[in-house]
C-alpha cells in the first residue's frame, strides 16, 4: 500500500508527505533529529481548488477572506485527525451505547499575528470548545528576523494540544520563534499549520523543531530576495485586512 505522497523538493530539505486520508506510521509520530516530523500537504482538491483561486491577484479582499474561511474548515478536518477521543454513555432513540466525542477544549489554536488570525475562525467553526493563544511577531524588514511584541496564552497548557496558526511558511523565522516561546509553556503537542510554505521555511522549522509536525496546502519553488514565497500570494496580511 503507498503509505508516501512524493513531492518535488530540494534535496537539501528533509521532507517526508504524509498522504492525508492514511494514519501517521509510529516513525512519524516519534521524529528523531535525522527524521524530522513529517509535512503533510493537504492535497484535497477543494483545498487545492479554493488556493489557486486565492493565488490571483485581482481577486477582491472579501473573496480572499471569504476562500480563508472555507479553507481553513477543510484542513481543520485533517489537522485534528489524530486528536485523541474518549467514550462517552449516550442514548439514542433506540438504545444506549457508548461513543467517541473529542475534547476540543484541549485544543488551543495558537494564532500568529497578524495573518494567523485569518485562519482562526474557520478552525473555530469545526473545533468551537478550542481555547486560542495569540503570539504578536513582526518581520523585521532588512534582517527578516521576527521581534516578539505580544504573547498571551491560556493556563493550563501542559493539558492541551497546540495547532499553530500563520498562512504563509516563508522564512520560517516567524514560526521558529513562535514555537520557541510557546514550548516555554510546555504545551502536551504541537502541530503548524500553513497554507502555502516555501522550502527554506520547512527548512528552517525542521531544523529547530524537528518535533513538530508540519500541515500545508503547497509548497511552493522558493522565497524572493524580499522574503516573499513565489509563486505564493502575496503579503497574506495585506490581502486579508486590504491594507495594501
Ligand atoms: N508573508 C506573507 O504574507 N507572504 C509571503 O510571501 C511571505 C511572508
Same mark, same amino acid.
Given at each position: ?20 486520508? !492514511?494514519?501517521?506510521?509510529?516513525? &512519524? ?37 471569504? !476562500? ?7 484542513? &481543520? ?47 473555530? $467553526? ?32 501542559? $493539558? ?34 500553513? !497554507?502555502?510554505? &516555501? ?46
Amino acid at each position: 500500500m503507498a503509505r508516501w505522497l512524493r513531492i518535488d523538493a530540494p534535496p537539501s530539505m528533509t521532507c517526508e508527505v504524509i498522504k492525508p486520508d !492514511l494514519p501517521a506510521t509510529p516513525a &512519524a509520530k516519534t521524529p528523531t533529529m535525522s527524521t524530522p516530523a513529517p509535512v503533510t500537504v493537504i492535497d484535497h482538491p477543494l483545498v487545492q481548488h479554493k488556493l489557486t483561486l486565492m493565488r490571483q491577484k485581482d481577486l477582491s479582499t472579501s473573496s480572499f477572506r471569504r !476562500l480563508l474561511h472555507e479553507i481553513s474548515m477543510l484542513m &481543520a478536518y485533517e489537522v485534528t485527525r489524530n486528536m485523541a477521543t474518549t467514550l462517552i454513555d449516550i442514548e439514542t432513540p433506540l438504545e444506549t451505547m457508548r461513543s467517541p466525542v473529542i475534547e476540543g477544549r484541549k485544543t488551543v489554536f495558537v494564532v500568529v499575528m497578524r495573518a494567523g488570525a485569518g485562519f482562526l475562525d474557520g478552525m473555530l $467553526e469545526v473545533v468551537p470548545g478550542a481555547r486560542v493563544g495569540h503570539v504578536g511577531l513582526y518581520r523585521d524588514p532588512k534582517s527578516l528576523v521576527a521581534v516578539e511584541y505580544y504573547f498571551k496564552m491560556p493556563g493550563e497548557m501542559h $493539558e492541551r494540544d497546540a495547532i499553530v496558526l500563520d498562512p504563509m511558511l516563508a522564512t520560517g523565522n516567524s514560526a521558529v520563534a513562535a514555537v520557541d516561546r510557546l514550548k516555554e509553556t510546555r504545551p502536551k503537542t504541537i502541530r503548524f499549520v500553513s !497554507l502555502v510554505s &516555501a522550502p527554506e521555511g520547512i527548512a528552517n522549522l525542521q531544523k529547530h523543531h524537528p518535533d513538530v509536525p508540519i500541515y500545508t496546502a503547497a509548497i511552493d519553488r522558493e522565497l524572493n530576495d524580499h522574503g516573499y514565497i513565489v509563486p505564493g500570494l502575496g503579503d497574506a496580511g495585506d490581502r486579508i485586512y486590504g491594507t495594501k
